[in-house]
């Protein structure tokens, strides 16, 4: 299946691409990610947990970057698999400057979802995985803003085998989340995604 | 024989049952004992190769009790499952192994199987299984299996699994030699039996007699029996195979053994303990068998009068990741397709192909449906193009009723010739206008029309090859306490058999209907069997029952002769008591069955009077040479070929001019399949099978996206009809042409009620919208997409 999709970021295109790139910032903003390693040049393991419709669980992935031009566009490679189903993915990516205070970043994804998720939640699958990455764009808006996270700026050092965890969630957007799942929620992947493929800076 | 019960509108004797809840399925076997659970790990994707699975770990979930992949089968377990039915023109056969060996060739296919305490866990361990795959391109659709670019199989070239070609005369020449010819492509999706029960199987192993007890849900308990002994290594004899209450088969079932069939059983006797496995829906969606799927090429010739002198017809049939059950649904598709008429030539040829999609196996009419579709189609084509009556078409092609037995000059799906056997279909089309109003519709649609509504009238005809062999048998045995027992081997899913068989047995004993209980499906009570498919239970067990009850009664009639030392002849039974005609000698069949059975104890006190001291005469032995003991008959019927019954359906649909909503305004049914031994049976089976084509024809369909997912396996998003979108009243009439083939002179009934909707469906919305319908099922979004699309090329 096919799911395209834009969101605008308040910040310039340079710390929306870093903030895209930082691990520790994609482990706390992406919905229902728990965990995320770095696996290699470019790679990614990842445990992010999500539902869609009745089809909950948790699934291990992982992800990896190509193709990076900094500032303007990158290919993200996405596995995931879980008792409810599988995921694989490429995602293209690009990010347009809109003005010195906004950022658009635009995806495309081209997914084959597989396992019961695919064949029950299906139908699902496109609004969930947009909504998913609205309350993911959300979040990473949040993050750059210094909203109560790390700095988010230097993950250079981002070494194989460093683990990234996600901190506990406040109640409220642990609430947030268990109603977007609720709704049919869980993009599995897609949100996921979305975020992981920022998951390595350059 | 009498026929007193014979054609009686009886209530079925199986609905109290069923309508209090005490139904009794194969999930209900083992309740309250100490039963195992299997789950199974099924692929995500269509294909793959596996390059790994990690069941590390699993056997330390508590509660667990076995885990296998294919690595852990051994001996005939390990080889791939039976193919069930070979043909020569079957080239490239290919079928699953129980649990996949290095490749998936569908969503769903079995990969690992687990045996728990509980569903719960179980299904837990196969959740904690690792496979690693390594992804292979898939193969969706017929164009893409005829394309071949890519392979399901890699020995399989070109996707083919077979091809096959019958030709009936020169039917190229024959169209090269018309006045008039036409082309036509027509296609079917696919959809699925979908009975409300899934598969399920339980097995219990008894170590102290060696010996195996199968329940399952199937189609056929003695094809499952044969398959359990062979890939287990047990005797025949070891195996008993027990068929419950069914919840709907369609087709589905009669394929055999499922994976879960055989490792049942041998988790079973592994673990010592009996293990249950039961379906869910979505593995009903992606591991059991679906049908319909087909692309159809019609070349015809014809004259002035619309008469078909030359009809050459290719087409492909999607049979799926794997084909163990053959052939049978194209042969079907290519030989009935040619319905009641007689064209002047004949060719047809089909190519069965692989696609990494769930196998193909016959469902309900299995592929007669789309045979009647493409040749109705046709039909409705010339009528079209000669600007004439759809029915006088019909009529000016029909094989009349002086012509039978009719050979249509092809093989049948049994390898027998396809000559029909008896027919009057001029009379039943008579019968169809006058029910259906066909001739007053004109007016109809003008009123219609008046009113800004648009409305069109559709009507198919079809004959369908009913009760195919090779056999079935019957055992009846009378007890002393004068109830009858009878048995025959193949299964009941619905179809009423407990009332029709105890019907024709008490036609022939003479015994009260009440007193007549059915058995079926059971290997322990009637071993020799084949099955219950293709409309064949009625003419095939009911006419062992006939026969198997002849030879009670004369063994009644002779042993109560020789007790009232009066003449077989003089005899008659009635009631269930053998009585002298015209005197008040008598005596109680259950007696008769007393004496029947020579005695050295006596266990109470009717039966003192077959003791040693009572009976016999002393200069001859107990049991005479060619007799036996006991008051029973067991006989089998074996037809030399399939019996044709036939029928044709007619519909006035409404179309909504804005939101093509497809509304059904009037049904009508003329159906002929020999007498009726139940008519209220009968008529259900019509009823059941038109809602099943309604659904086949406006609903369903599965939707597949090109990486092989199925996007609608569950009752959210695959349509099933709800009794709104059923007529709520269908006319029926019927016509009783006997077959010459059997004792009772009947026909199969069980698939006609769906065999004609595609056909019938889109020949009356053509009819409402101007334009050919020539894709089925159509939804109202695809008759909004036509006419748009029509709107556009204008």
């Not at chain 1, 910032?25 to 390693?37: D, H, M, Q, S």
């Given at each position: 299946m096919r799911i395209t999709g834009h969101h605008a970021v308040p910040f310039p295109v340079e710390k929306v691409w870093d903030a895209l790139l930082d691990p520790a910032v994609l482990v706390r903003t992406i919905p229902g990610c728990e965990r995320l390693e770095s696996t290699g040049e470019h790679t990614y393991a990842m445990t992010v947990s999500a539902g869609v419709a009745a089809v909950r669980g948790t699934y291990d992935g992982t992800c990896s970057l190509s193709d990076l031009v900094p500032h303007e566009s990158l290919v993200m490679r996405l596995q995931g698999a879980g008792a409810p189903g599988t995921i694989d993915a490429t995602v293209r990516v690009s990010f347009s400057q809109v003005d010195a205070a906004l950022t658009t970043v635009a995806y495309d994804a081209d997914a084959t979802v597989g396992g019961m998720v695919g064949g029950v939640g299906q139908r699902m699958l496109a609004s969930v995985s947009k909504r998913t990455a609205g309350e993911f764009f959300d979040n990473v808006s949040g993050a750059i803003g210094g909203a109560g996270t790390a700095p988010v700026a230097a993950a250079t050092e981002a070494a194989v085998g460093r683990v990234f965890t996600a901190p506990p969630r406040p109640p409220s957007s642990q609430q947030d989340f268990l109603r977007g799942i609720a709704v049919g929620a869980g993009l599995v992947l897609l949100g996921v995604l979305l975020g992981s493929r920022f998951g390595r800076r350059r | 024989m009498t026929t007193k019960l014979f054609g009686q509108k009886i209530q079925r004797v199986e609905d109290q049952r069923f309508l209090r809840g005490d139904g009794r399925y194969v999930d209900d076997i083992g309740v309250g004992q100490d039963v195992l659970h299997a789950a199974v790990l099924r692929s995500p994707h269509a294909h793959a190769r596996i390059v790994d699975i990690d069941v590390s770990g699993v056997l330390d979930l508590e509660g667990v009790h076995l885990v296998w992949t294919h690595d852990d089968l051994t001996g005939p377990m390990a080889d791939p499952l039976p193919l069930l039915i070979p043909h020569p023109a079957l080239t490239h056969g290919r079928t699953q192994f129980a649990l996949a060996r290095d490749e998936v060739n569908h969503v769903g296919e079995a990969i690992a199987f687990v045996v728990a305490d509980d569903r719960y866990v179980a299904e837990d361990a196969v959740a904690s299984i690792r496979v690693e795959y390594d992804l292979l391109p898939p193969v969706v659709g017929i164009d893409a299996a005829r394309e071949a670019?890519?392979?399901?199989?890699?020995?399989v070239p070109g996707n083919l699994a077979a091809r096959l070609e019958q030709e009936n005369g020169d039917a190229r020449a024959a169209i090269a030699a018309s006045p008039h010819t036409l082309s036509l492509d027509l296609t079917v999706e696919r959809s699925a039996s979908m009975p409300l029960e899934g598969r399920g199987t339980v097995a219990r192993w008894d170590p102290d007699v060696g010996r195996m007890t199968v329940w399952t849900s199937t189609q056929t308990s003695t094809g499952v029996r044969a398959a359990v002994a062979a890939k287990l290594g047990l005797d025949l004899g070891q195996v008993d195979v027990v068929t419950p209450d069914v919840g709907g088969g369609f087709g589905v079932k009669i394929n055999h053994p499922w994976p879960e069939e055989l490792l049942v059983p041998l988790a079973a006797r592994t673990v010592g303990r009996i293990v249950k496995f039961t379906e869910d829906r979505r593995e009903h969606f992606i591991s059991s068998a679906h049908e319909r799927g087909q692309v159809h090429h019609v070349e015809v010739g014809y004259d002035d009068d619309g008469r078909v002198l030359g009809l050459d017809v290719t087409f492909w049939h999607d049979?799926?990741?794997?084909?163990?059950?053959?052939?049978i649904v194209p042969i079907i598709t290519s030989t009935q397709l040619l319905g009641p008429y007689k064209p002047g030539a004949y060719r047809v040829v089909f190519e069965s192909l692989y696609t990494n999609t769930v196998m193909v196996t016959p469902y309900r009419g299995a592929g007669r449906p789309q045979g009647c579709y493409v040749m109705e189609r046709t039909l409705d084509a010339i009528a079209d193009a000669l600007g004439q009556d759809r029915t006088d078409v019909r009529a000016a092609n029909f094989i009349q009723p002086d012509e039978f037995p009719f050979d249509q000059g092809l093989i049948f799906q049994d390898g027998r010739e396809l000559e029909y056997d008896s027919g009057d279909y001029p009379a039943s089309l008579a019968k169809l206008k006058d029910l259906i109003g066909w001739d007053e519709f004109p007016r109809f649609r003008e009123e219609m029309a008046a009113e800004g509504r648009r409305v069109g009238i559709g009507l198919a005809c079809y004959v369908e090859g009913t009760g195919v062999g090779p056999y079935e048998g019957a055992h009846v045995h009378v007890e002393t306490s004068g109830k009858v027992k009878v048995a025959t081997g193949l299964t009941t899913q619905g179809q009423g058999h407990a009332t029709v068989f105890a019907q024709i047995a008490a036609d022939v004993l003479g015994c009260r209907f009440e007193d007549v209980e059915v058995v079926t499906g059971d290997t322990r009570r009637m071993p020799y069997a084949v099955g219950t498919f293709a409309s064949r239970a009625a003419v095939m067990s009911g006419s062992a029952v006939h026969l198997a009850a002849t030879r009670a009664r004369e063994k009644a009639l002779r042993i109560a002769a020789d007790a009232l030392e009066a003449s077989p002849d003089d005899l008659e039974i009635v009631e269930g008591v053998v009585s002298v005609r015209g005197t008040d000698t008598s005596i109680d069949l259950g007696t008769v069955a007393v004496l029947s059975n020579p005695l050295r104890y006596a266990f109470d006190e009717a039966s003192k009077a077959a003791t040693q001291f009572s009976v016999g005469d002393p200069g001859k032995p107990p049991v005479a040479e060619d007799d036996e003991p006991g008051l029973e008959g067991r006989d089998f019927y074996s037809p030399e070929r399939s019996t044709f019954a036939s029928g044709m359906h007619a519909v006035i649909v409404e179309t909504d001019p804005d939101t093509a909503e497809i509304t059904i305004l009037k049904y009508a049914v003329v159906h002929d399949c020999g007498p009726l031994i139940n008519p209220m049976i009968v008529e259900g089976q019509i009823q059941g099978g038109v809602a099943q084509g309604v659904a086949g024809a406006l609903l369903e369909r599965m939707a597949y996206d090109e990486s092989g997912q199925l996007l609608n396996a569950s009752f959210m998003d695959f349509l099933m009809p709800y009794v709104t979108e059923v007529p709520a009243r269908i006319d029926i009439d019927h016509l009783e042409t006997p077959s010459p083939l059997n004792p009772l002179g009947i026909k199969g009934a069980g698939e006609a009620g769906v065999i004609p909707s595609a056909a019938v469906f889109a020949s009356a919305i053509s009819d409402a919208e101007g334009f050919p319908i020539t894709a089925m099922p159509i939804s109202p979004s695809d008759l909004f997409d036509l006419r748009e699309r029509r709107k556009e090329t204008r």
């Amino acid at each position: 299946m096919r799911i395209t999709g834009h969101h605008a970021v308040p910040f310039p295109v340079e710390k929306v691409w870093d903030a895209l790139l930082d691990p520790a910032v994609l482990v706390r903003t992406i919905p229902g990610c728990e965990r995320l390693e770095s696996t290699g040049e470019h790679t990614y393991a990842m445990t992010v947990s999500a539902g869609v419709a009745a089809v909950r669980g948790t699934y291990d992935g992982t992800c990896s970057l190509s193709d990076l031009v900094p500032h303007e566009s990158l290919v993200m490679r996405l596995q995931g698999a879980g008792a409810p189903g599988t995921i694989d993915a490429t995602v293209r990516v690009s990010f347009s400057q809109v003005d010195a205070a906004l950022t658009t970043v635009a995806y495309d994804a081209d997914a084959t979802v597989g396992g019961m998720v695919g064949g029950v939640g299906q139908r699902m699958l496109a609004s969930v995985s947009k909504r998913t990455a609205g309350e993911f764009f959300d979040n990473v808006s949040g993050a750059i803003g210094g909203a109560g996270t790390a700095p988010v700026a230097a993950a250079t050092e981002a070494a194989v085998g460093r683990v990234f965890t996600a901190p506990p969630r406040p109640p409220s957007s642990q609430q947030d989340f268990l109603r977007g799942i609720a709704v049919g929620a869980g993009l599995v992947l897609l949100g996921v995604l979305l975020g992981s493929r920022f998951g390595r800076r350059r | 024989m009498t026929t007193k019960l014979f054609g009686q509108k009886i209530q079925r004797v199986e609905d109290q049952r069923f309508l209090r809840g005490d139904g009794r399925y194969v999930d209900d076997i083992g309740v309250g004992q100490d039963v195992l659970h299997a789950a199974v790990l099924r692929s995500p994707h269509a294909h793959a190769r596996i390059v790994d699975i990690d069941v590390s770990g699993v056997l330390d979930l508590e509660g667990v009790h076995l885990v296998w992949t294919h690595d852990d089968l051994t001996g005939p377990m390990a080889d791939p499952l039976p193919l069930l039915i070979p043909h020569p023109a079957l080239t490239h056969g290919r079928t699953q192994f129980a649990l996949a060996r290095d490749e998936v060739n569908h969503v769903g296919e079995a990969i690992a199987f687990v045996v728990a305490d509980d569903r719960y866990v179980a299904e837990d361990a196969v959740a904690s299984i690792r496979v690693e795959y390594d992804l292979l391109p898939p193969v969706v659709g017929i164009d893409a299996a005829r394309e071949a670019s890519r392979l399901v199989h890699d020995d399989v070239p070109g996707n083919l699994a077979a091809r096959l070609e019958q030709e009936n005369g020169d039917a190229r020449a024959a169209i090269a030699a018309s006045p008039h010819t036409l082309s036509l492509d027509l296609t079917v999706e696919r959809s699925a039996s979908m009975p409300l029960e899934g598969r399920g199987t339980v097995a219990r192993w008894d170590p102290d007699v060696g010996r195996m007890t199968v329940w399952t849900s199937t189609q056929t308990s003695t094809g499952v029996r044969a398959a359990v002994a062979a890939k287990l290594g047990l005797d025949l004899g070891q195996v008993d195979v027990v068929t419950p209450d069914v919840g709907g088969g369609f087709g589905v079932k009669i394929n055999h053994p499922w994976p879960e069939e055989l490792l049942v059983p041998l988790a079973a006797r592994t673990v010592g303990r009996i293990v249950k496995f039961t379906e869910d829906r979505r593995e009903h969606f992606i591991s059991s068998a679906h049908e319909r799927g087909q692309v159809h090429h019609v070349e015809v010739g014809y004259d002035d009068d619309g008469r078909v002198l030359g009809l050459d017809v290719t087409f492909w049939h999607d049979n799926g990741a794997y084909i163990p059950y053959g052939l049978i649904v194209p042969i079907i598709t290519s030989t009935q397709l040619l319905g009641p008429y007689k064209p002047g030539a004949y060719r047809v040829v089909f190519e069965s192909l692989y696609t990494n999609t769930v196998m193909v196996t016959p469902y309900r009419g299995a592929g007669r449906p789309q045979g009647c579709y493409v040749m109705e189609r046709t039909l409705d084509a010339i009528a079209d193009a000669l600007g004439q009556d759809r029915t006088d078409v019909r009529a000016a092609n029909f094989i009349q009723p002086d012509e039978f037995p009719f050979d249509q000059g092809l093989i049948f799906q049994d390898g027998r010739e396809l000559e029909y056997d008896s027919g009057d279909y001029p009379a039943s089309l008579a019968k169809l206008k006058d029910l259906i109003g066909w001739d007053e519709f004109p007016r109809f649609r003008e009123e219609m029309a008046a009113e800004g509504r648009r409305v069109g009238i559709g009507l198919a005809c079809y004959v369908e090859g009913t009760g195919v062999g090779p056999y079935e048998g019957a055992h009846v045995h009378v007890e002393t306490s004068g109830k009858v027992k009878v048995a025959t081997g193949l299964t009941t899913q619905g179809q009423g058999h407990a009332t029709v068989f105890a019907q024709i047995a008490a036609d022939v004993l003479g015994c009260r209907f009440e007193d007549v209980e059915v058995v079926t499906g059971d290997t322990r009570r009637m071993p020799y069997a084949v099955g219950t498919f293709a409309s064949r239970a009625a003419v095939m067990s009911g006419s062992a029952v006939h026969l198997a009850a002849t030879r009670a009664r004369e063994k009644a009639l002779r042993i109560a002769a020789d007790a009232l030392e009066a003449s077989p002849d003089d005899l008659e039974i009635v009631e269930g008591v053998v009585s002298v005609r015209g005197t008040d000698t008598s005596i109680d069949l259950g007696t008769v069955a007393v004496l029947s059975n020579p005695l050295r104890y006596a266990f109470d006190e009717a039966s003192k009077a077959a003791t040693q001291f009572s009976v016999g005469d002393p200069g001859k032995p107990p049991v005479a040479e060619d007799d036996e003991p006991g008051l029973e008959g067991r006989d089998f019927y074996s037809p030399e070929r399939s019996t044709f019954a036939s029928g044709m359906h007619a519909v006035i649909v409404e179309t909504d001019p804005d939101t093509a909503e497809i509304t059904i305004l009037k049904y009508a049914v003329v159906h002929d399949c020999g007498p009726l031994i139940n008519p209220m049976i009968v008529e259900g089976q019509i009823q059941g099978g038109v809602a099943q084509g309604v659904a086949g024809a406006l609903l369903e369909r599965m939707a597949y996206d090109e990486s092989g997912q199925l996007l609608n396996a569950s009752f959210m998003d695959f349509l099933m009809p709800y009794v709104t979108e059923v007529p709520a009243r269908i006319d029926i009439d019927h016509l009783e042409t006997p077959s010459p083939l059997n004792p009772l002179g009947i026909k199969g009934a069980g698939e006609a009620g769906v065999i004609p909707s595609a056909a019938v469906f889109a020949s009356a919305i053509s009819d409402a919208e101007g334009f050919p319908i020539t894709a089925m099922p159509i939804s109202p979004s695809d008759l909004f997409d036509l006419r748009e699309r029509r709107k556009e090329t204008r």
